[in-house]
DNA sequence: CATGACAGTATCCTTTTCGACACTATGTGC
DNA sequence: GCACATAGTGTCGAAAAGGATACTGTCATG
């Protein structure tokens, strides 16, 4: 999340916008969020989808996640431990945010992370 | 933007959603965006729709924008000066992306930037 | 002559985010 | 008795993002 963006979200309208994605920029919600769509996933089934995320980050994201209330943690009392994460009703409602967003950079999105017709593989 | 996020985006099928999402955070991207879908607008019409974003950030945001081809930048020869932004083509595919946005917001996000559900003022 | 509007720049500084790396506890398998 | 898997935590430091403030040049207006 880009800092505290604003203490209350009655501005402007286009407000609300930057309140949605202030819950999911971060560098892996999205991406966390995206893959928790499918059904539960335990802690490092989740890194084992994202190779370079440290464990720290990734506690830190699904921490904050959960804290939105985007997210469950369900903790098993086992050895060894298991703990699965899934998403919660509110974080289910995002669905057609992030299938918004997937569907655009499908379509939009060189491999490059620029959107095609500005491929860096033009000027490199 | 949190940083390069990667470099290729043919990891998984999560990143293009993240890949997307870089182009519109930054923290008044999106508010910025929002406001062109309405229209063109001038760079000082456009700060003062956001009251407290300063001249360096937005001239920044909106140099982002534009390098990635969401906004396009129309300068006239005039004193005193004129430049008007506006949404480019590609930058127009993102309305739904930001309409799913304002809509999930709207639905769930109280006034103080938290969902519902989650409202500080149930703490504080 | 001073002021204001316009669209920015320049410089400095603080805050936030992210990454590397090491480390924890416990039970199972070798 | 040693390593491995699980789900993390702790500390440190670098890099990036963002904020504050002052300044630019030109023309029109008062």
């Known amino acids: 999340m880009v800092k505290a963006r604003h203490s209350r979200f009655d501005c402007t309208p ?8 202030g819950l999911i920029d971060g560098k892996w919600k999205s991406i966390i969020l995206w893959h928790l769509l499918s059904g539960t996933l335990r802690f490092n089934e ?17 921490r904050e996640m959960e804290e939105d209330g985007l997210i469950t943690r369900k903790v098993y009392a086992q050895v060894p431990p298991k703990v699965e994460y899934s998403l919660s009703d509110l974080g289910r409602t995002m669905e057609p945010i992030l299938r918004a ?23 490199a």
């Open 14 to 21: 286009g407000c609300s916008v930057e309140a949605a994605i």
């Open 46 to 62: 989740i890194r084992r989808h994202m190779q370079n995320c440290t464990p720290r980050m990734l506690t830190n994201q699904l």
């Open 101 to 123: 967003l997937k569907t655009w950079g499908d379509e939009n999105i060189g491999l490059y992370g620029k959107p095609v017709g500005h491929d860096p593989r033009d000027t």
